[in-house]
């Protein structure tokens, strides 16, 4: 499944979420009591604010994608033999770009549950889409 913002969704576990609290504007760092613990039942559910994508592209990724896109919008006005160079330098990178795409990216979201809580950098494998 593809987290998208807006899109619907629901636990697929259920969450128990324990540990300190700090109300919002405070100084985090300031050691606070525990608060308690608060269970979310699997099946909760709510809607998609912020997605992240973990995945970090390496030297070799984002030159294939620069290169490409060069090739993309001026390939056709350059010298043969420039392009073919540049071909070249594209297909050796693309073993990179291709186990990049192929890479289970770890997706952290943010999601506001319909009972007004929101679960913030939250891995998105405990979601499923509604």
Same mark, same amino acid.
């Given at each position: 499944?593809?987290?998208?913002?807006?899109?619907?969704?629901?636990?697929?576990?259920?969450?128990? @979420?324990?540990?300190?609290?700090?109300?919002?504007?405070?100084?985090?760092?300031?050691?606070a009591a525990?608060?308690?613990?608060?269970?979310?039942?699997?099946?909760?559910?709510?809607?998609?604010?912020?997605?992240?994508?973990?995945?970090?592209?390496?030297?070799?990724?984002?030159?294939y994608?620069?290169l490409?896109?060069?090739?993309?919008?001026?390939?056709?006005?350059?010298?043969?033999?420039?392009?073919?160079?540049l071909?070249?330098?594209?297909?050796?990178?693309?073993?990179?770009?291709?186990?990049?795409?192929?890479?289970?990216?770890?997706?952290?979201?943010?999601?506001? @549950?319909?009972?007004?809580?929101? @679960?913030?950098?939250?891995?998105?494998?405990?979601?499923?889409?509604?």
């Amino acid at each position: 499944m593809t987290l998208t913002v807006g899109r619907r969704v629901r636990l697929a576990v259920e969450l128990a @979420l324990t540990g300190q609290a700090a109300p919002v504007g405070e100084d985090p760092a300031e050691p606070a009591a525990p608060v308690g613990f608060l269970a979310l039942p699997a099946g909760t559910e709510g809607t998609v604010e912020e997605v992240a994508d973990d995945r970090r592209e390496s030297e070799e990724v984002r030159e294939y994608a620069r290169l490409a896109s060069l090739l993309d919008s001026f390939g056709h006005q350059m010298p043969p033999a420039s392009r073919a160079q540049l071909e070249e330098r594209i297909a050796s990178l693309e073993p990179a770009w291709t186990a990049y795409q192929e890479a289970e990216a770890p997706v952290r979201v943010r999601v506001r @549950l319909d009972n007004g809580f929101v @679960l913030r950098d939250t891995a998105g494998h405990v979601f499923t889409a509604v």
